[in-house]
């Protein structure tokens, strides 16, 4: 029987992070699974389209974006994070020396690795839809970028791992001590207030206007300060366990 006392929480963290990278692998296959029924159920609608007509000139277009791909890994990002602070994850954590804290930790380096994996199930999934569309419809591409930019990767791995770390925060208030579940269900009333009451409030026109590398960096940003809320939440409601 080993003790969190004997042991340094780099130490166990790594250990947590090791022994959480196999057990939640179900999540990225459900990931694969959602991007492949979409992709399969919207094959050919893509995200847009236009049209040009003159005498007998008529036109089509049809505009493929990751778009919608992103929106789906956005949403499976957020609610997987949240059941990473569920009770029956949470017992999981027996498994292995750990506390609270430390599987808060180990959770946020689970995030972002998972983070990373999505955006290449997502780029792939995109991909072999336009490979099949290609195959099927036969029409001709436009190609604007055949590979994903840099700048664009990671603006697509800063939101997926933003809205996870929103996930894990979310999950770890209602976990969390009484003044913080009180707090949070406050935030959460008062958001949908204002959503509803003047939904033109929220503007993030501006945000949207700069580059693709400093929106990356706002977003990794947020996510940074998101997963710390969630370390520091975990903290407070320490519950060690041998």
């Known amino acids: 029987m ?10 166990i963290v790594k250990k947590q992070v090791k022994w959480k990278i196999k057990l939640y692998i179900s999540s990225l296959s459900s990931l694969i ?34 778009d919608m791909h992103l929106f789906l890994s956005v949403c499976w990002a957020f ?9 029956a994850y949470r017992i999981d954590d027996l498994s292995v020396i750990s506390s609270r804290t430390s599987s808060t930790i180990a959770n946020t380096f689970i995030i972002m690795i998972y983070s990373l994996i999505a955006v290449f199930i997502m780029a792939s999934t995109f991909y072999l839809q336009l490979l099949a569309i290609s195959f099927v419809k036969n029409e001709p591409f436009i190609i604007d970028n ?6 664009l990767f990671m603006m697509c791995f800063s939101i997926i791992c933003l809205f996870g770390a929103i996930g894990l925060l ?4 209602f976990k969390g001590p009484v003044f913080i579940k009180l707090l949070t269900s406050f935030f959460v009333m008062f958001a ?21 590398f400093m929106m990356s960096v706002c977003y990794l940003s947020v996510a940074a300060i998101s997963f710390s809320l969630a370390i520091w939440i975990a903290n407070k409601s320490e519950v060690s366990r041998t």
């Open 170 to 173: 979310f999950g770890n208030c």
């Open 192 to 212: 949908v207030f204002i959503l509803i009451i003047s939904p033109d409030s929220i503007n993030l026109k501006g945000l949207i206007m700069l580059p693709n």
């Open 79 to 87: 609610i997987s994070a949240i059941i990473f602070t569920t009770r």
């Open 33 to 66: 699974i959602l991007q492949s029924i979409f992709g399969f159920l919207f094959f050919s609608s893509g995200s847009g389209s236009s049209g040009y007509g003159q005498q007998n000139l008529d036109l089509n277009f049809t505009i493929y974006s990751l």
């Open 2 to 11: 080993h003790s969190l006392t004997n042991l340094s929480l780099k130490t």
């Open 146 to 151: 055949l590979i994903i930019s840099p700048t």
